[in-house]
């Protein structure tokens, strides 16, 4: 376990809050070489690396990234993360959207946030 890891106040994995319209997804890279899935969205969005040291490689190439910092993806451009450290942690940001990248209100329908959260669980 990193010391990272062993100070963190509570378990850090992979879990979603979806708070106003935001949606958050952390995504925790627990040993050096760790990938996420390469995918691509219909949105811009940001990722957070709170955390470690990724390389991102994407449609353009690939760039390595040091915590604290923000990454943003334009839409359309596949992408995957591969930790360089032991431990790293990326949080994905942004707004909710439907699958064609359309910003949509939660409080319009109460299963909006459920549905979305199961949508990219398995998409992602």
């Known amino acids: 376990m990193s010391e990272v890891q062993a100070k963190a106040p509570r378990r850090m994995d992979g879990e979603v809050r979806i708070v106003d319209n935001v949606f958050v ?15 691509a969205h219909t949105y811009d969005h940001i990722t957070l690396l709170s955390v470690g040291r990724v390389l991102m490689k994407h449609d ?10 923000l990454i943003v993806t334009p839409k359309g451009i596949k992408h995957e993360f591969v930790s360089l450290a032991d431990f790293s942690l990326l949080c994905c940001i942004h707004a909710l959207r439907d699958e064609a990248g359309e910003v949509i209100a939660p409080e319009t329908d109460p299963s909006v ?12």
């Open 25 to 39: 997804k952390m995504i925790p890279l627990t040993s050096k070489g760790d990938t996420t899935y390469g995918h």
């Open 60 to 69: 353009n190439g690939q760039r390595e990234f040091t915590a604290p910092c």
């Open 113 to 124: 946030a459920a549905n979305y959260t199961r949508y990219l669980t398995v998409q992602e």
